[in-house]
């Protein structure tokens, strides 16, 4: 069972498009991350949402923590070809004494021009 | 500031054989972890280093190792190949203070084993 669920798996619209997607759980997170990754390389961070109901912008796109800090979500402005990737949302979970980053699957997504 | 460097990007073994796998963090990060990545299995923690010390580890078997050196450097380890070791190894260094989780990555060693 993954802890961080997200959804859609896959993706793939027109340019121009507007899409959002989703980071659920039925845990707490004391924050959440957002990463992109394209293919055959790292991922790449994108931000760190941290307060119940916190919204960041960059650029096209909008981040938003939920108020009960158990989910997030990814909306994408306008999408263009670059925005195509695989994005990931990542958060700290306590394991013993010490801390670690949990993942989720990731929604891969295609921006056709 | 130099980003996470992995070496090398690029790695084909054969079954049986061992691999080892370099990673350097950004300069002043004291954690490093290692991720292996497969179509459809998505990130899987192996482990995480902190100041020399295995400070976390995954659900993979022993042939998986790690190390760290005293410049925070890393290396990981597999022994006896198998073919189901394909994929992409990942690396990732952060600062590693408590509640300091953001996580840099390097691009990774596609490793593929035949």
């Given at each position: 069972t993954q802890l961080l669920e997200q959804s859609p798996q896959f993706l793939s619209i027109q340019e121009g498009e507007n899409l959002t997607?989703?980071?659920?759980s039925s845990s707490?997170?004391?924050s959440l991350q957002w990463y992109r990754q394209e293919p055959g390389e790292g991922?790449?961070?994108?931000?760190?949402?941290?307060t119940g109901g916190e919204v960041?912008?960059?650029k096209r796109l909008t981040f938003?923590?939920?108020d009960a800090r158990k989910d997030s979500s990814l909306?994408?402005?306008?999408?263009?070809?670059?925005?195509?990737g695989l994005y990931l949302c990542a958060g700290p979970f306590n394991a013993g004494n010490n801390r670690k980053l949990i993942w989720g699957l990731g929604t891969s997504l295609a921006v056709n021009p | 500031k130099a980003g996470v460097t992995q070496t090398p990007r690029y790695l084909i073994k054969t079954r049986g054989q061992q691999v080892t796998l370099s990673c350097s963090p950004i300069s002043g990060h004291r954690s490093v972890s290692w991720y292996q990545q497969t179509p459809g299995?998505?990130?899987?923690?192996?482990?995480?280093?902190?100041?020399?010390?295995?400070?976390?580890?995954?659900?993979?078997?022993?042939?998986?190792?790690?190390?760290?050196?005293?410049?925070?450097?890393?290396?990981?380890?597999?022994?006896?190949?198998?073919?189901?070791?394909?994929?992409?190894?990942?690396c990732a260094s952060s600062r590693g203070g408590v509640g300091n989780t953001e996580a840099f990555f390097g691009q990774g060693t596609r490793l593929t084993v035949v």
């Open positions: 997607v989703y980071c659920n707490v997170f004391s991922p790449v961070l994108l931000v760190t949402v941290v960041k912008k960059l938003q923590f939920g909306h994408i402005t306008a999408a263009q070809p670059g925005d195509t | 299995q998505g990130l899987q923690f192996l482990f995480e280093y902190f100041s020399e010390t295995q400070r976390n580890k995954g659900n993979f078997p022993g042939r998986f190792s790690g190390r760290q050196f005293s410049n925070s450097r890393s290396e990981m380890n597999v022994s006896t190949l198998e073919l189901g070791d394909s994929a992409l190894y990942l």
